[in-house]
């Protein structure tokens, strides 16, 4: 069983359509991380979400902690194929001094 | 804007054989951590590290693994007796805060391939 699950895994969608990514858990994370990892690199940080019902925006990007900081959203508006990439939620769960991955969602943005 | 580094980027090695990854963690930064992923899986936790001692590791941490900050710049990852399955990428990171973290920044990537 994961402790963190993302949905979908695979999304592929045309330029300029919108899309979310699901990140559910039954465990209470102190914190819940998204980060976007090119292949053959290491995951880069996109957001950092701490308090539950908390909504946070990077330009296109819209984040949400679920009020019981149990999931969390990803939701891209207007996607480019620049978004394209792989992306991952990662949570620390109270008491833990580790990050526990999702599986990931590969997104794919069509020209 | 402060980096994690990683060396080797790409290290292969006979199967038995002992290896060590190196990783510069960022300066100011208080914890260090290990994670592997093996290729078309997720990201893995190994290890995190505080003040000089390991404060949490997985099932995947076992005997043959050990971690070391030898001065006040390096972060170590040794692997005693390779196996084939640990072929993987390994990731380093590091954060200011542990529990309550607030982001890790990580390294590029050591990918090891046991022969």
């Known amino acids: 069983t994961q402790l963190l699950e993302q949905s979908p895994q695979f999304l592929s969608i045309q330029e300029g359509e919108n899309l979310t990514v699901y990140c559910n858990s039954s465990s209470v994370f102190s914190s819940l991380q998204w980060y976007r990892q090119e292949p053959g690199e290491g995951p880069v940080l996109l957001v950092t979400v701490v308090t539950g019902g908390e909504v946070k925006k990077l330009k296109r990007l819209t984040f949400q902690f679920g009020d019981a900081r149990k999931d969390s959203s990803l939701h891209i508006t207007a996607a480019q194929p620049g978004d394209t990439g792989l992306y991952l939620c990662a949570g620390a769960r109270v008491g833990d001094y580790k990050l526990s991955f999702g599986a990931g969602t590969t997104v794919t943005v069509r020209a | 804007e402060p980096e994690v580094t990683q060396t080797p980027s790409h290290q292969v090695t006979q199967m038995g054989q002992e290896v060590i990854l190196r990783c510069v963690p960022i300066s100011n930064h208080l914890y260090f951590y290990w994670y592997r992923q093996i290729l078309g899986q997720k990201v893995e936790f190994l290890v995190s590290?505080?003040?000089?001692?390991?404060?949490?590791k997985s099932e995947i941490f076992d005997d043959q693994f050990s971690v070391e900050r030898p001065d006040g710049s390096n972060f170590t990852l040794k692997i005693r007796s390779t196996k084939l399955e640990d072929s993987a990428m390994y990731f380093c990171?590091?954060?200011?805060?542990?529990?309550?973290?607030?982001?890790?920044?990580f390294g590029s990537g050591t990918r090891l391939t046991v022969v």
């Open positions: 590290f505080y003040n000089n001692e390991i404060s949490e």
């Open positions: 990171a590091s954060s200011t805060t542990g529990p309550l973290n607030y982001g890790y920044t």
